[in-house]
Each structure stands twice: as structure tokens, then as C-alpha cells.
């Protein structure tokens, strides 16, 4: 049975909470392996050990910063409205940002007589993605 | 809000352990900083054995 807002029980509830809780470690874990086989493909193992090692670093800090900051840890646990509201919010901002970033660097390869790549393609993705989040949301609340 | 938690004795810490939320974010509903979803708006008045309009018309006023 699709599980809604309504019929989700507690167990269901918790259950999201323990993934939710792992997903920022996880993500630092991933995005280290993913370091590590592009530096071992591209034959640079130095950087391949060095950005495993800086990612899980990362995941691990993040774990222990949340036993210490509320911040840290209503971004681990996900409870806290508030916090995930400043979450989304700074994900927008930093979304923004680097969209901007990708349009003015379009603009400075296209004067220097360039066609604009890999900006073009990266602009054309954060524009789909905007239209897709739209349409979605659109239809979900 | 800040006058029924404190009638009760309650930290922030405690409250916000209650209804699901963190200390910062209590504080933050204390001091306008914030404005509560409708769900955590109940949940404080339901905590408080009270109307949402009795936890919030003071600190709005």
C-alpha cells in the first residue's frame, strides 16, 4: 500500500529517520569512492587516496559536530522544522549562486570566442532541473 | 509562549524535547524570530493543554 502523510505509522516514521540520519555520511562516503576510482582511473592515486580520505573525514566530522551543535545535529536527524527550513533555504542560495556563477562563465567563454561548454550544458541542466522540480511540486502540494 | 513555559518550569531544551524541535528553534518562536508551522503550532498548544491563539496572540501582540 502507498504509504501518505496520513496513513504513515510511527515504525515507518522512525524507519526513515535512521536512513535519513546516515544520508550526509553516506553522501560523503559515495562522493570519497567516487574520488577515489576517478583519481585510480585517471592515474593520479594521490589524488584518489587524498579525496577518500578528505571526504570521509568530512563524514566523520559532521557525525561528531552533531553531538556538540544543535544545527549539526537537526541536519542529521532531519526533526526540526526550522532547521529544515534554514536547510532549504541555504541549498537555494548555494543553488543560486552557483547558477549565476555558470551563466557569467558562459558569458566570458562565448567573448573570448569559445561556444560556451561546459557552461552551456551545465546551465541547460540547472534550467531543466528548475522546470522539473516545478512541475512536480506543482502537482504535489 | 514564553509565559506558559516558564509558568510550568520548563527550559526551552525541555519543551522543544516535548514537541519535536530543538532548543534554538523554542527560542527563535520566543523571540518572533521564527513564525511555527501550523502542525508545530498545535503540537505546542496540545502540549500546553490550550488554543493555538492562547499560546501565540502574546508574543504577536
Given amino acids: 500500500m502507498r504509504t501518505t502523510p496520513e496513513t504513515r505509522t510511527d515504525t515507518d516514521r522512525n524507519e526513515g529517520r535512521d536512513v535519513t540520519r546516515w544520508a550526509v555520511p553516506a553522501v560523503a562516503l559515495l562522493a570519497g569512492l567516487g574520488y577515489l576510482v576517478a583519481g585510480l582511473l585517471g592515474d593520479d592515486p594521490r589524488f584518489a587516496w587524498f579525496g577518500l580520505g578528505l571526504m570521509v573525514v568530512v563524514g566523520v566530522a559532521f557525525l561528531v559536530l552533531a553531538r556538540f551543535s544543535e544545527t549539526a545535529a537537526g541536519l542529521r536527524d532531519r526533526n526540526d522544522e526550522r532547521i529544515n527550513q534554514i536547510d532549504a533555504s541555504a541549498t537555494t542560495f548555494a543553488g543560486s549562486t552557483v547558477l549565476l556563477v555558470v551563466i557569467a562563465m558562459f558569458m566570458v567563454e562565448v567573448a573570448r570566442g569559445q561556444d560556451g561548454a561546459p557552461y552551456s550544458a551545465l546551465g541547460a541542466v540547472g534550467g531543466v532541473a528548475y522546470v522539473v522540480a516545478l512541475v512536480w511540486l506543482r502537482f504535489r502540494r | ?61
Fill in chain 2, 1 to 61: 509562549m514564553r509565559d506558559l513555559r516558564t509558568v510550568r518550569g520548563l527550559s526551552q531544551a525541555h519543551l522543544g524535547q516535548a514537541v519535536g524541535v530543538s532548543r534554538q528553534t523554542i527560542n527563535s518562536i520566543e523571540t518572533g524570530k521564527y513564525l511555527p508551522s501550523l502542525p508545530l503550532a498545535l503540537a505546542l498548544a496540545r502540549f500546553f493543554d490550550t488554543t493555538v491563539e492562547e499560546v501565540f496572540h502574546e508574543d504577536h501582540a
